[in-house]
């Protein structure tokens, strides 16, 4: 019998949390700590957000993950996802960073104003 939601959710943050702590590669995770569906993978993203809360790590905005298909077909995921930008991350302004920080780098561009507002809740963000 596999582990329930709940269990797997939580182990998932914790792995999560860790790798990012340890700037491990995406995807070197366990397989049995992946959620199954979006709506998991989504519950993932959530519980891991109020984490980050938690450690004083704010929400600085949302963005479109895996717009391109390349992306979407390394990940099994066959449409675009949301996601948010920690605080710690986002810089709108010069800022002098080490690659030894990062495990991948790149550039994200946003093609849409900024907002303070959460689109799906229809609510300002805290």
């Not at 990012?20 to 995770?29: I, K, L, M, T, V």
Request: proline share 8%; aromatic share 4%.
């Amino acid at each position: 019998m596999g582990m329930s939601e709940e269990i797997r959710v939580c182990r998932a943050v914790e792995q999560l949390l860790k790798d990012r702590d340890e700037n491990a590669r995406f995807g070197d995770s366990p397989v049995d700590l992946t959620p199954p569906n979006l709506p998991e993978g989504y519950k993932v993203q959530d519980a891991l957000i109020k984490r980050y809360q938690d450690r004083g790590q704010g929400i600085d905005g949302w963005k479109v993950g895996l717009a391109s298909k390349s992306m979407q077909q390394s990940v099994g995921i066959p449409h675009p996802i949301e996601g948010p930008i920690l605080e710690s991350l986002s810089h709108n302004e010069h800022v002098d960073l080490s690659n030894a920080d990062y495990v991948s780098v790149c550039v994200e561009a946003d093609a849409g104003p900024p907002s303070r507002t959460d689109f799906l809740q229809r609510r300002p963000l805290d």
